[in-house]
């Protein structure tokens, strides 16, 4: 009896939306991980590019063991750069049934009133590729400093982000879905945090790439801006000098999308719901986020400049060998002009060059796109690259900065200022 009351102690049952969860202990002491949530209803037959719904109540206790399947999309293949610095383990399982989220928390505050902060991460891939837990990410490091963090999975490429004449005249506008998903788990966050010993007003939104501006979409968008406490901006670039209107239109965007079914043979809605999944995947298309004046009513620049953009703290940062435009001057604009508006706003500069082996000869060196994934969440030692002490020393102190900011709204460096730029530099000692 007593080694029972003792098990139920370590891996309590939560009540959230949906039913009774129950997490189970991760590889670092004192953390406890719960896989593969559900936090709205699968979009699939009739909810196929549709608003995420619901989730469907379950009965019992659900053991959340398993990651959930990750959204349809191309992949980064063995062979290629990402592919071998990433994804060399191979694909999981894919379904549009993937709007699943993970929790990292600390076991002892489960079911308390702690109040803990909390980090939304969301990942990066172009819009169609990536999903929640990736090989460099991971909430142990976190969770062991008082923050609870939450993946998530979000519809990708053509299931998450087409738009359509036919879906418009449906709901009002169309395009997004991926958008919506991120705002939904945003919302599940704020609603069910707390049962994790999480605050739900203390919220920070972090992503890297198209998980970095998918955040500058969630500061503009009005399902989720007043949701958020802090943001973390990670190359996902600064401000544009591309002018202050958005690049397109709901009509031309609904254009590109019917032009891509129509090659494809699904010229109706109801054909378009009854593709199999296969056969959607293989249309080809630009699907990305924009203004629809519903999910997202105005471009990023035109929302900085009106003021309707979320006013919480913001860090914001880059890799010295960034992909170009990421980076650099607009960075820097972005980050005097947010001060100009008398918001705290602190940058950081990634300058660590991976080391490579000579057992991937074809690796390359230097802090490339992405390079920073693997100190943020502490995650070095499931790389094949030969990192050293001070690469875990670098790392540490990565986890400190991102989770201080969570914390405190403050990373530990001094904010930038028009008069004093600060920039926080990432390197080995």
Same mark, same amino acid.
Not at 4 to 20: D, M, N, R, Y
Not at 29 to 56: M, N, S
Not at 122 to 145: C, F, L, P, S
Not at 358 to 386: K, N, Q
């Given at each position: 009896?007593?080694?029972?009351?003792?098990?139920?102690?370590?891996?309590?049952?939560?009540? +959230?939306?949906?039913?009774?969860?129950?997490?189970?202990?991760?590889?670092?002491a004192g953390v406890t991980v719960f896989k593969g949530i559900p936090y709205a209803a699968a979009p699939v037959g009739d909810l196929r590019w549709k608003a995420p719904q619901p989730v469907e109540p379950w009965e019992g206790v659900k053991i959340c063991d398993t990651f959930g399947p990750i959204a349809p999309q191309p992949g980064n293949k063995p062979g290629t750069f990402y592919g071998d610095e990433f994804y060399w383990m191979g694909t999981p399982e894919e379904s549009e049934d993937c709007l699943y989220l993970n929790v990292w928390a600390p076991?002892?505050?489960?079911?308390?009133?702690?109040?803990?902060?909390?980090?939304?991460?969301?990942?990066?891939?172009?819009?169609?590729?990536?999903?929640?837990?990736?090989?460099?990410?991971?909430?142990?490091?976190?969770?062991?400093? /008082?923050?609870?963090?939450?993946?998530?999975?979000?519809?990708?490429? +053509?299931?998450?982000?087409?738009?359509?004449?036919?879906?418009?005249?449906?709901?009002?506008?169309?395009?997004?879905?991926? @958008?919506?998903?991120? #705002? #939904?788990?945003?919302?599940?966050?704020?609603?069910?945090?707390?049962?994790?010993?999480?605050?739900?007003?203390?919220? @920070?939104?972090?992503?890297?790439?198209?998980?970095?501006?998918?955040?500058?979409?969630?500061?503009?968008?009005? $399902?989720?801006?007043?949701? *958020?406490?802090?943001?973390?901006?990670?190359?996902?670039?600064?401000?544009?000098?591309?002018?202050?209107?958005?690049?397109?239109?709901?009509?031309?965007?609904?254009? *590109?999308?019917?032009?891509?079914?129509?090659?494809?043979? $699904? &010229?109706?809605?109801?054909? *378009?719901?009854?593709?199999? &999944?296969?056969?959607?995947?293989?249309?080809?298309?630009?699907?990305?986020?924009?203004? /629809?004046?519903? +999910?997202?009513?105005?471009?990023?620049?035109?929302?900085?400049?009106?003021?309707?953009?979320?006013? +919480?703290?913001?860090?914001?940062?880059?890799?010295?060998?960034?992909?170009?435009?990421?980076?650099?001057?607009?960075?820097?604009?972005?980050?005097?002009?947010?001060?100009?508006?008398?918001?705290?706003?602190?940058?950081?500069?990634?300058?660590?060059?991976?080391?490579?082996?000579? #057992?991937?000869?074809?690796?390359?060196?230097?802090?490339?796109?992405?390079?920073?994934?693997?100190?943020?969440?502490?995650?070095?030692?499931?790389?094949?690259?030969?990192?050293?002490?001070?690469?875990?020393? $670098?790392?540490?102190?990565?986890? /400190?900065?991102?989770?201080?900011?969570?914390?405190?709204?403050?990373?530990?460096?001094?904010?930038?200022?028009?008069?004093?730029?600060?920039?926080?530099?990432?390197?080995?000692?």
């Amino acid at each position: 009896m007593l080694l029972a009351a003792a098990c139920t102690q370590q891996k309590p049952v939560l009540s +959230v939306e949906g039913g009774k969860i129950q997490g189970v202990p991760s590889e670092a002491a004192g953390v406890t991980v719960f896989k593969g949530i559900p936090y709205a209803a699968a979009p699939v037959g009739d909810l196929r590019w549709k608003a995420p719904q619901p989730v469907e109540p379950w009965e019992g206790v659900k053991i959340c063991d398993t990651f959930g399947p990750i959204a349809p999309q191309p992949g980064n293949k063995p062979g290629t750069f990402y592919g071998d610095e990433f994804y060399w383990m191979g694909t999981p399982e894919e379904s549009e049934d993937c709007l699943y989220l993970n929790v990292w928390a600390p076991t002892e505050k489960l079911g308390k009133d702690a109040k803990l902060p909390v980090a939304l991460w969301i990942h990066g891939g172009a819009y169609m590729n990536g999903y929640g837990y990736e090989v460099t990410m991971d909430g142990d490091k976190w969770a062991q400093r /008082d923050v609870i963090l939450v993946t998530i999975n979000y519809r990708l490429g +053509v299931f998450g982000f087409l738009s359509h004449p036919g879906l418009t005249a449906e709901q009002g506008q169309s395009g997004n879905y991926g @958008t919506m998903d991120q #705002a #939904a788990a945003l919302k599940w966050v704020q609603d069910n945090i707390a049962a994790f010993g999480g605050d739900p007003g203390r919220i @920070t939104v972090f992503g890297q790439s198209a998980g970095a501006m998918s955040v500058k979409t969630l500061l503009v968008s009005p $399902l989720s801006k007043d949701i *958020m406490a802090g943001a973390i901006i990670q190359s996902g670039g600064g401000l544009s000098t591309r002018g202050l209107t958005a690049e397109g239109t709901q009509t031309q965007y609904d254009a *590109m999308g019917k032009a891509a079914m129509d090659k494809a043979g $699904l &010229t109706s809605l109801d054909a *378009m719901r009854k593709a199999s &999944t296969e056969q959607i995947r293989t249309v080809q298309g630009w699907f990305m986020p924009h203004p /629809d004046g519903k +999910v997202v009513t105005e471009s990023f620049e035109e929302s900085f400049f009106d003021g309707s953009i979320s006013q +919480v703290p913001i860090m914001i940062g880059y890799n010295k060998d960034d992909m170009g435009g990421l980076g650099g001057e607009a960075v820097d604009r972005f980050c005097a002009l947010r001060d100009s508006l008398g918001c705290a706003v602190y940058e950081y500069e990634f300058l660590r060059e991976l080391p490579t082996d000579e #057992a991937h000869p074809a690796s390359a060196a230097g802090a490339f796109h992405s390079a920073e994934l693997w100190y943020v969440f502490g995650t070095l030692d499931r790389s094949w690259r030969p990192f050293t002490e001070a690469d875990h020393a $670098l790392s540490s102190r990565m986890v /400190d900065a991102w989770t201080d900011f969570c914390k405190f709204g403050n990373p530990g460096w001094p904010a930038y200022k028009q008069n004093t730029p600060f920039k926080e530099e990432f390197d080995i000692e």
